[in-house]
């Protein structure tokens, strides 16, 4: 039994990182129609900001600060302003394409200039466990699981609490209308691309430990957190954090009760699962298109 919460516990801590970057594609595509593949190297880099600013003698509080900030001005205004903004008015698949090739640059960018091996990360929290029911709990996975909901808390507040919040859920719901009432559209639209880069910047902090800083995280990153959200609803928030949650979960119980070299199968098996049962996700609701 103390092994099985074991288990859970640490699934939940890290199904809640994942949720954070599936949270970021629930956002995008609610206020832009947009789908960012390259969401896993956006929670990739601001690892290596931090390591940067670590070099250069910053303080770990101030060399997450720094990328906390330069993770919201390039990853989120400056991806807006030069990728997006261009491609959008060409359509989807072209936008897709595009955030598919920033993806690899940025990953081969990372393995050419800092380096092509995992990089040790310094942890932010205790490393000390602690005794629940006679599971030994890291403190780590405690201190992630409370950082991750607590941020997607002060967003779903934000959202629902505050005018900006509501105008960037009226501008999801129906640019149009929102437009005609006096809502700027396109700066709730860049709240959307600024969040979305602050969630993956803290997401990066909260699992690098865990996995080292290197440039191949995206691409596990990026996957799980898209099934995320697409298990649980890709236009819901919570959603996405159920959707992160139980994929998490299952990854570990899958990896422990039966094999770890078939971990990765768990989370596309029950992708099919969900597409076949449930097409709009766990907690997602019916979308309906004019053709």
Not at 141 to 160: E, G, H, K, P, R
Not at 195 to 216: E, Q, R
Not at 222 to 251: M, P, S
């Amino acid at each position: 039994m103390s092994e099985f919460i074991q288990i859970i516990v640490s699934g939940l801590s890290a199904g809640s990182i994942y949720a954070l970057a599936a949270v970021g594609f629930t956002l995008l595509w609610q206020a832009s129609q947009t789908i960012n593949f390259a969401q896993g190297e956006f929670v990739m880099l601001p690892a290596f900001f931090v390591l940067g600013a670590m070099g250069l003698g910053a303080p770990m509080w101030l060399a997450i600060a720094v990328a906390l900030g330069l993770s919201v001005l390039l990853l989120g205004a400056a991806f807006k302003k030069l990728i997006v903004e261009p491609m959008l008015p060409h359509g989807t698949l072209p936008l897709i394409i595009a955030t598919i090739a920033l993806g690899l640059l940025m990953k081969e960018s990372v393995k050419e200039f800092y380096s092509a091996q995992g990089q040790p990360f310094p942890p932010i929290f205790p490393t000390e466990v602690v005794r629940v029911f006679g599971a030994a709990i890291s403190v780590a996975d405690i201190m992630n699981l409370a950082v991750s909901f607590a941020a997607i808390l002060t967003l779903q507040l934000f959202l629902q609490r505050t005018r900006t919040g509501r105008c960037m859920q009226a501008t999801a719901q129906n640019r149009g209308v929102a437009e005609i009432l006096g809502v700027n559209v396109k700066r709730m639209v860049m709240y959307t691309f600024l969040i979305n880069a602050a969630l993956a910047a803290i997401a990066s902090i909260l699992i690098t430990p865990i996995y080292l800083a290197k440039f191949s995280n995206g691409e596990t990153l990026g996957l799980v957190a898209f099934i995320a959200a697409i298990v649980g609803g890709f236009n819901q928030i919570r959603g996405a954090l159920v959707g992160g949650l139980l994929i998490g979960v299952i990854d570990n119980l899958s990896a422990f009760y039966v094999s770890s070299e078939y971990r990765a199968a768990a989370p596309l098996i029950l992708l099919i699962v969900i597409i076949m049962v449930r097409p709009q996700g766990i907690m997602g609701t019916s979308e309906g298109r004019t053709v």
